[in-house]
């Protein structure tokens, strides 16, 4: 037993993405009490021994710094990827904390995102962080999506799919004219972050990383937006997200908007341009999501 741990009917909560894990814990009261961030976590990388491992010792370094500050009495886990069949991962959860497994409640991430903005049937959530998704959440508790599949079908205005675009016209402007990156700025600050010029440098980064390692490439991208290449995929990715919420009010009726994620802060430009995109009768605003806070919440009701 970890001798730091105090007394406490604390609830963690844990919002686990791909480019980073936050957790809170909260006290009866719902006050946060404590909070901190490991790396990267995806439902997804259960796929495969190295992922499983990677996992596990993220969930490790995770509970050593919960216990810390206390051990809680609930766990609520919101995971990019989660699809419903997480016995091992409550499993481990529950092991790492001293918990019985009954204690520990796994879901999607987008479920938290979207309780962090709305009761149940209130309005739409729009989330971009290395993917993204449009979600609601109706007064039956059903969860209803548009988008969200993932990298390599879509996740349009993510943060993967920016850097993907980028390196896409880079790599495209260069089979039409050899050493073109260096008159753009954009060019100029992907190839400094990915470690050079050379294709082989890129390929690694694009095929060699998991997806959050990728998305944080888009920083170089915002970082840039003077360049009228960067500027262009940044209001694109705008036009992506609002696409989710036309989606989702065509299905639904109109009910307000909040767009959230680390992505969708990322430029000024996508939210403009998410704004510009959708009727004017659309109430639109930007939040910066605290999903691991109203998982502890939760947690510790």
């Given at each position: 037993?970890?001798?730091?741990?105090?007394?406490?009917?604390?609830?963690?909560?844990?919002?686990?993405?791909?480019?980073?894990?936050?957790?809170?814990?909260?006290?009866?009261?719902?006050?946060?009490?404590?909070?901190?961030?490991?790396?990267?976590?995806?439902?997804?990388?259960?796929?495969?021994?190295?992922?499983?491992?990677?996992?596990?010792?993220?969930?490790?370094e995770l509970a050593r710094a919960v216990?810390?500050?206390?051990?809680?009495?609930?766990?609520?886990?919101?995971?990019?990827?989660?699809?419903?069949?997480?016995?091992?991962?409550?499993?481990?959860?529950?092991?790492?904390?001293?918990?019985?497994?009954?204690?520990?409640?796994?879901?999607?991430?987008?479920?938290?995102?979207?309780?962090?903005?709305?009761?149940?049937?209130?309005?739409?959530?729009?989330?971009?962080?290395?993917?993204?998704?449009?979600?609601?959440?109706?007064?039956?508790?059903?969860?209803?999506?548009?988008?969200?599949?993932?990298?390599?079908?879509?996740?349009?205005?993510?943060?993967?799919?920016?850097?993907?675009?980028?390196?896409?016209?880079?790599?495209?402007n260069e089979d039409e004219c050899p050493?073109?990156?260096?008159?753009?700025?954009?060019?100029?600050?992907?190839?400094?972050?990915?470690?050079?010029?050379?294709?082989?440098?890129?390929?690694?980064?694009?095929?060699?990383?998991?997806?959050?390692?990728?998305?944080?490439?888009?920083?170089?991208?915002?970082?840039?937006?003077?360049?009228?290449?960067?500027?262009?995929?940044?209001?694109?990715?705008?036009?992506?997200?609002?696409?989710?919420?036309?989606?989702?009010?065509?299905?639904?009726?109109?009910?307000?908007?909040?767009?959230?994620?680390?992505?969708?802060?990322?430029?000024?430009?996508?939210?403009?341009?998410?704004?510009?995109?959708?009727?004017?009768?659309?109430?639109?605003?930007?939040?910066?999501?605290?999903?691991?806070?109203?998982?502890?919440?939760?947690?510790?009701?």
């Open positions: 037993m970890n001798q730091a741990v105090v007394p406490g009917a604390f609830g963690l909560g844990i919002d686990a993405g791909g480019t980073q894990t936050r957790w809170a814990l909260a006290d009866a009261a719902g006050a946060i009490v404590a909070e901190g961030q490991v790396a990267g976590l995806s439902a997804l990388q259960m796929g495969s021994a190295a992922g499983r491992q990677t996992v596990h010792a993220n969930f490790a216990l810390l500050h206390g051990r809680p009495v609930g766990v609520r886990a919101g995971m990019t990827g989660f699809g419903g069949d997480g016995e091992q991962l409550q499993r481990w959860l529950a092991e790492l904390l001293g918990l019985n497994a009954q204690a520990v409640t796994l879901c999607n991430d987008i479920e938290i995102a979207y309780l962090d903005s709305f009761a149940p049937g209130e309005g739409y959530l729009v989330y971009a962080g290395t993917g993204s998704i449009g979600a609601f959440i109706d007064a039956e508790q059903q969860f209803h999506r548009a988008g969200g599949r993932g990298v390599m079908l879509d996740d349009g205005g993510g943060g993967f799919w920016i850097a993907r675009e980028a390196l896409r016209q880079i790599w495209r050493g073109r990156w260096r008159q753009s700025a954009m060019a100029r600050a992907v190839f400094e972050h990915v470690g050079g010029d050379d294709w082989s440098f890129s390929r690694q980064f694009i095929y060699g990383q998991e997806r959050g390692a990728v998305g944080k490439l888009a920083l170089a991208v915002a970082a840039s937006a003077d360049d009228p290449a960067a500027a262009a995929i940044l209001h694109n990715a705008g036009l992506e997200l609002a696409r989710l919420a036309r989606a989702l009010t065509d299905r639904f009726g109109v009910r307000p908007v909040v767009l959230a994620g680390r992505a969708a802060a990322l430029h000024p430009s996508i939210f403009g341009a998410m704004r510009a995109a959708l009727p004017s009768d659309t109430a639109l605003t930007q939040t910066v999501s605290h999903a691991h806070h109203a998982a502890a919440r939760i947690a510790a009701k």
